[in-house]
C-alpha cells in the first residue's frame, strides 16, 4: 500500500517535487490559494495520512490529531506553529516539524517597510497620486516623522519586543538609521545584553520611550494580547507599532480606539486578531497600513520554506527525526515509539 502525503493547501512547486519525489501519494486538499480547507475534509483526510503538511491557516489541534492514527509526523509550512497543538501532538508521539531560519531576513525588511511606509505616510502619498489629485508642490503636503536623526540630531528610538532571530535582523537594520534600538524579551536577557544592536529595557519602559514599537515574540498564552489598552497608552502619543509577528498579540478593538482616539501616531500590520478579518473599523484607520501576512513572501523565500517543509515532511515519512522538530522531546518518548511500532516500516 502506497504511503500518502496529505498536504492541506498548495505548497510552491519545489516543495510539491520533493514530496512528489519520495514515491508517496500526494493528497492536496485545496488548490484553490483564496479558499480556504474544509474541516471536515481535513478530518477525513488525516485518518489514512502518514504524514501531514500544514499551514498556518490550518488548526491541527488535538481532535484531528487523535483521528491521525497513522501519521508519522507534521511539517508545518511556516517557522509559527501556533496553529498547531504541540502538546497534543507529543502526548500522542507526533513529531512535528517547522522552518526556522528561512524567512528572517525577509521578514525583517519587511517590518523596515512597514516602518517607513506609516513614518512617511507612503501608501497615503501613493493613493493621492493615482487618484490624481497632485496639482501643487507645497511645503506642508503629506508631512510625517523621521525615522533616523532629522535635523534636530535626535535619535529616534525603536523598541523591539521579542529578540529572537527577527528580532535581532530587525536591530541590525536600525544601525543604518542611526537609531537607539531598545529590546525586551525575558527569555533573551542575555543576548540581548550582549549585543551591539540593542539595550535591554524593562517592558514598561520601552513602551513609554519608544517612537516604534515592533512586536517580534512568539504567540503564547503570555503573549496574547501582550498590547492592550494599558500598554497603549503607555506609548508616547507621536510613537508608532509595528506588528510582523502575529496578530493575537493586539487587542485589536483596543488598537482601533486607540488609532481614532490618537493615542497613538499610528500603525503599521502584517498580521491580525482574527485573520483574515479586521476589527470593525480598523481599515477606516487612516493613519494606519495593512498588508496581508506578507513578511515571508518573496519567491526566494516561500520556495526554501517549501523545500524545507517538504524535506521534514519526507524525513517523518521515512520514520526518521526531521531536520526542524519543535517538539525534539517526542523521539524519546514511549508515545513515539508504540506509534512507530505499530508502522509496518
Ligand atoms: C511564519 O512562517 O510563521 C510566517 O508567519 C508566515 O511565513
Known amino acids: 500500500m502506497s504511503l500518502k502525503i496529505v498536504v492541506t493547501r498548495r505548497i510552491p512547486d519545489p516543495g510539491l517535487r520533493i514530496l512528489r519525489d519520495s514515491g508517496a501519494s500526494v ?5 484553490n490559494p483564496r479558499a480556504p480547507v474544509d474541516r471536515a475534509a481535513l478530518m477525513s483526510a488525516v485518518a489514512d495520512a502518514d504524514v501531514l503538511v500544514a499551514l498556518l491557516t490550518e488548526r491541527i489541534d488535538d481532535a484531528l490529531l487523535a483521528r491521525a492514527k497513522r501519521l508519522r509526523g507534521v511539517a508545518n509550512f511556516a517557522v509559527g506553529y501556533n496553529n498547531i497543538d504541540v502538546d497534543a501532538a507529543t502526548r500522542l508521539g507526533i513529531p512535528v516539524a517547522n522552518t526556522p531560519g528561512v524567512l528572517t531576513e525577509t521578514t525583517a525588511d519587511l517590518t523596515w517597510a512597514l516602518l517607513l511606509a506609516i513614518a512617511r505616510r507612503i501608501p497615503e502619498a501613493h493613493n493621492y497620486m493615482v487618484r490624481g489629485e497632485y496639482q501643487m508642490w507645497g511645503p506642508e503636503l503629506f508631512l510625517g516623522e523621521d525615522v533616523g536623526r532629522g535635523p534636530d540630531g535626535e535619535h529616534r528610538t525603536l523598541g523591539i519586543i521579542g529578540f529572537g532571530r527577527i ?30 544592536d540593542a539595550e535591554w529595557s524593562e517592558f514598561d519602559d520601552l513602551l513609554r520611550q519608544s517612537d516604534f514599537v515592533s ?4 504567540l503564547t498564552d503570555e503573549t496574547r494580547h501582550l498590547i492592550g489598552e494599558r500598554e497603549l497608552r503607555l506609548m508616547k502619543q507621536r510613537a508608532y507599532l509595528i506588528n510582523v509577528a502575529r496578530g493575537e498579540m493586539i487587542d485589536e478593538r483596543v488598537l482601533v480606539r486607540a488609532l481614532q482616539e490618537d493615542w497613538i501616531a499610528g500603525a503599521a500590520l502584517d498580521v491580525y486578531e482574527r485573520e483574515p478579518a479586521m476589527a470593525q473599523g480598523l481599515a477606516e484607520c487612516r493613519n494606519a497600513v495593512f498588508v496581508p501576512h506578507i513578511g515571508s513572501a518573496t519567491h526566494s523565500t516561500r520556495n526554501r520554506m517549501a523545500t524545507m517543509a ?10 526518521q527525526q526531521a531536520p526542524n522538530p519543535v517538539n525534539h522531546a517526542v523521539y524519546d518518548s514511549a508515545a513515539y515509539r508504540e506509534r512507530i511500532g505499530r508502522l509496518a516500516v
Open 27 to 31: 493528497l492536496i486538499l485545496q488548490n
Open 167 to 196: 528580532g535581532q535582523a530587525v536591530a541590525r537594520r536600525a544601525r543604518g538609521f542611526d537609531m537607539r534600538v531598545v529590546a525586551f524579551d525575558p527569555n533573551m536577557r542575555d543576548a540581548i545584553a550582549a549585543s551591539h
Open 215 to 218: 512586536l517580534h515574540a512568539l
Open 310 to 319: 517538504a524535506t521534514n515532511a519526507v524525513a517523518h515519512l521515512n520514520v
